[in-house]
């Protein structure tokens, strides 16, 4: 009973097992499975019972099946991978284990088949994506990552992101793709997402319906994806997921692969954020990764001869380069000691090289080695002293030098002979030294002489220590063609067979000549002959530093030619310059006649004897260099009769730098008058000269005088006293030498009584006094000044006066003119707009003379007239100050003026 219950438990267990069984008898025919054998192959269990072995499984390891019995049979046990046909016709990878079992007297093969389709996608996959992202890193990597996972899978959208915070569901993509087009990265929440999953340390593949367990995923309709772990806290620090629009299968499901790649790029954003020292750490990481290899990598690859000796000196290793160039095998050399190679070498000079190294690390020394065929060679020896598990060896390398003995003397040789020439005297020697070194019969120096280095004109060309000729040729079918694409060029012998064109040249070295400022080619030097050349006469090496001289030396003749060309040009141009100057100090010169004429005497209109009086004054004192003090109304020519002064004295060849004092803000005006430091206060942006410093030399017109803040009058007083001032920001002081002409409309001494302005000042200004009259004082110029007008303005407004009515003369001698000549002019520019014909018409433009109240006392002062005309104006224009036809335009005055007048005589607008 026990045992047929055993034989029931037996049986169930192999008719459930998860692994195809399969019951094969020696002559490979299938005699029983299990059910998983035929869900896994397709077929029925009656169906397999009638196939034989290769039926199911075309390997070819059980191809010869009486063979694989034999070896079955011999090692009882034997287990490999192979591929199952299914019943459909694909074929899929399995995993066999054949067991050999005998059972009464016959003899079976009882096969585990295990279905590792998936494990082999994995490893494509794993393989596949490995191979496209081995040698990249930083961002390179992630994109060619995520674009391998959306191939691999077949799925729309791959992203890799990290977590902005801890404990945030915030996240960062580093990189986000949809198939192979790179997204710009963004941030978003995790929240409702299948990204909020895998953050919490799970693994996460779904194949359909995404969007109806994650709301926040709307269009997804599959996904997978895995955390990315920190690998010093263990924490994840980011994901990676690819998503679907559309469904996917299980074989999507590469959960296993997306965890090595989230493994790496974990190290990689790491490695990304990590300093310097984190870098150096991934450094040593790599190098103790590496640190198997080494041994073989530095034996197979290297080219120099590498022996590990120890302290005996007995080789304890070698590499191939040792055995090739001694002529010992490695056998031979692992049994001989550095004292065979070296018979130089004594005992005590190698304990010596050993101490030396060991205390420096390395030992550099040239010395001489046998071969095995019994030629001593010159060798350059590097030792370096390694202690490995307590051992103490030598690694040394060995280069045979021979070679670049030979090629230091070949460049001591021709660096001698051509040090002190230059030009075509360089080329020549060059060429010449290029054949008796390599003693060859020919020898050229070539540069391009066009642009695509299809033709090429020579520099030197000899033969035989002979100069020949210097030709132009076309470098197609020749070696020049290839050299001149950047190649070294050697040909041994042969050389017509390749090239037609050489007929007769057998052999041919050259090396392409590039510009030292472009790296392009421009020209190449070659060595050929008739004969065949050796190995050694292959001096490309030296051959390339005389190329670098030769493009320099090609240069710099083309860059003296371009110079000489350059200073032709600069003489020429500095000609036309000369030129220019004097036909611009000439034409500066009628200028400056032309300024006088029109701004001196000339340009004062007057028949009044009182102004001549004014004039004669002018003349006394214009020739001096006393300051000037020119008092009067607003209006009545004050700046006028400072450029007068200034024209026709000796300063009139510098400039006139004029200020109104008035129309300058408080805070700037000290700015203004002697210039500031850049940062000298807040807004001083960069250095600015100040109007003193500009008029050195020459004069300076300060306008409103009165108008000067008290503060800085006594710096303005320093300059008149001392000649001298400090910029703003600059301690330094500063020394000019200028004429001050000052000009005022206001009363001086009322204002020195009112605390208004420095009397010392005013003195040192009143040192010649000249009153600017009123208008209404010489009246009988305003049919001179009427007349100056109307032909100032006749090209302004496009009309010619050619008559002015004596009504009109009459209305206007008149008038009061309290806003004087300023006034005359802006009201006669006004007629001429109204006025319709040649004749300047009478109409409301004439200003009525204003009548005086009775009460009103007879004498008022002139500040109270002043007020009471710039309100009567004022009402006039309904209190508009600027504009056509606002206050200031009638008055003949600036805005800013006006203002500041309206302000010092208190004129508000009544409200």
């Known amino acids: ?139 390179d990597f992630l994109v060619e990552l995520c674009r391998n996972f959306t191939r691999a899978l077949n799925m729309q959208f791959a992203l890799i992101a990290e977590c902005i915070q801890e404990g945030s569901t915030q996240v960062r993509t580093l990189c986000l793709v949809n198939h192979d087009t790179v997204i710009d990265n963004i941030e978003y929440d995790t929240k409702g997402r299948p990204c909020e999953v895998i953050l919490q340390g799970d693994g996460f593949f779904m194949g359909k319906e995404v969007y109806k367990h994650f709301p926040a995923s709307e269009g997804i309709e599959a996904a997978t994806g895995v955390p990315i772990y920190s690998s010093v806290s263990g924490k994840p620090i980011g994901h990676i997921i690819i998503s679907n629009p559309s469904p996917v299968s299980e074989q999507k499901n590469q959960l296993p692969v997306l965890k090595i790649f989230a493994a790496r790029v974990g190290a990689e954003i790491e490695r990304m ?5 984190l870098q150096h750490k991934n450094e040593e990481l790599r190098l103790r990764l590496n640190e198997i290899e080494l041994y073989h990598t530095t034996l197979k690859n290297l080219r120099d001869q590498v022996y590990w000796l120890n302290k005996s000196g007995a080789f304890i290793r070698v590499n191939e380069a040792a055995a090739n160039e001694t002529g010992y095998n490695k056998d031979e050399l692992s049994k001989m000691t550095v004292f065979n190679l070296n018979p130089g070498l004594t005992e005590k000079e190698w304990n010596a090289n050993w101490t030396e190294t060991k205390q420096c690390g390395q030992q550099i020394l040239e ?23 307590g051992v103490e060896y030598f690694c040394s390398t060995v280069r045979d030098i021979r070679k670049r003995r030979l090629e230091e003397e070949l460049l001591r040789t021709i660096s001698e002979r051509t040090a002190g020439v230059t030009g075509e005297d360089y080329f020549r020697e060059l060429a010449r030294f290029v ?65 037609p064109r050489e007929k007769g040249i057998q052999s041919w070295v050259a090396v392409p000549i590039h510009s030292p400022s472009t790296g392009k080619v ?68 009628y200028l400056q006649e032309e300024i006088r004429f029109n701004n001196n005497f000339d340009d004062i209109v007057t028949k009044s004897r009182n102004f001549q009086k004014i004039l004669q004054q002018i003349e006394q004192v214009a020739t001096t260099d006393a300051t000037v003090l020119i008092i009067g109304e607003s209006g009545t020519g004050k700046e006028l009769l400072a450029r007068a002064v200034h024209n026709i004295s000796n300063r009139s060849k510098r400039p006139l730098i004029k200020v109104n004092c008035a129309t300058l803000p408080a805070n700037l005006i000290e700015s203004e008058l002697f210039g500031h430091e850049r940062g000298a206060f807040t807004g001083a942006m960069e250095k600015r000269i100040g109007r003193f410093e500009l008029a050195d030399g020459g004069t300076i017109f300060l306008d409103e005088i009165g108008e000067l803040p008290v503060e800085l009058q006594a710096k303005l007083l320093r300059v008149l006293q001392e000649g001298e001032f400090e910029r703003l920001g600059n301690p330094k002081t500063l020394k000019v030498n200028v004429r001050v002409i000052a000009a005022t409309n206001r009363n001086l001494e009322q204002a020195i009584e009112k605390k208004e302005f420095r009397e010392d000042l005013f003195y040192r200004l009143n040192v010649f006094p000249i009153v600017s009259p009123p208008l209404r004082d010489r009246k009988e110029d305003i049919p001179l000044l009427v007349k100056h007008f109307c ?121």
């Not at 030619?561 to 141009?573: G, P, V």
């Not at 303005?793 to 206007?812: C, F, M, R, S, W």
């Not at 500040?863 to 309100?871: G, P």
Request: contains cysteine.
């Open 1 to 139: 009973m026990e045992l047929e219950q055993e034989l029931q438990l037996y049986h169930y267990t192999v008719a459930n097992l998860q692994e195809a069984v399969f019951w094969v008898n020696a002559a490979g025919n299938i005699i029983q499975v299990n059910d998983m054998a035929a869900r896994l192959s397709g077929y029925t269990i009656e169906e397999l019972t009638r196939m034989h072995v290769t039926d199911l499984n075309p390997s070819p390891i059980v191809a010869n099946f009486p063979q694989f019995w034999q070896r079955l049979k011999k090692e009882k046990k034997i287990t490999f991978e192979a591929q199952h046909r299914h019943k459909t016709g694909y074929l899929y990878d399995v995993e066999i284990t054949g067991n050999f079992i005998t059972y009464n007297g016959q003899e079976f093969s009882c096969s585990i088949v295990r279905d590792i389709s998936k494990k082999k996608t994995e490893e494509r996959l794993l393989q596949t994506i490995s191979e496209a992202t081995s040698n990249i890193t930083g961002k």
């Open 273 to 277: 954020q990590a300093d310097k020292a």
């Open 367 to 389: 010395t001489e080695h046998r071969s095995k065929d019994g030629n001593l060679y010159p060798v350059e020896v590097t030792n370096n002293f390694i202690e490995h598990d």
């Open 435 to 499: 054949t008796s070194t390599l003693n060859v019969r020919y020898s050229m120096v070539v540069e391009c002489s066009n642009g695509n280095n299809t033709r090429l004109r020579m520099l030197s060309y000899v033969e035989r220590q002979e100069v020949r000729e210097n030709i132009e040729y076309d470098s197609t079918g020749t070696p020049c063609e290839i050299v001149m694409q950047g190649k070294d060029f050697f040909c041994a012998r042969g050389l017509e067979r390749t090239f």
């Open 522 to 589: 421009i020209g190449n030097i070659a060595a050929f002959d008739k004969m065949p050349m050796s190995k050694e006469q292959n001096q490309t090496a030296i051959l390339k530093i005389f190329a670098a001289r030769a493009g320099a030396e090609i240069e710099r003749i083309e860059a003296q030619k371009n110079l000489e060309k350059a200073n032709e040009e600069l003489a020429k141009r500095l000609q036309e310059i000369e030129e220019l100057k004097n036909q611009l100090a000439a034409e500066n010169k």
């Open 791 to 911: 032909q100032k303005y006749e090209a302004k407004v496009g009309k010619k006066i050619t008559n002015i009515p004596g009504k009109v003369i009459d209305a206007l001698m008149a008038y009061n003119w309290p806003g004087n000549i300023r006034e005359l002019e802006n009201i006669i520019e006004r007629a001429l707009i109204l006025s319709r014909g040649n004749t300047l018409e009478y109409g409301e433009w004439v200003p009525a003379p204003k009548t005086l109240n009775k009460e009103q006392p007879a004498a008022q002062k002139l500040e109270d007239l002043e007020k009471e005309h710039i309100i009567a104006v004022l009402n006039k224009t309904g209190w508009k100050v600027s504009g056509e036809k606002g206050a200031a335009k009638i008055l003949g005055l600036n805005p800013t003026t006006l203002e500041a007048r309206m302000k010092k005589l208190g004129i508000e607008r009544k409200k």
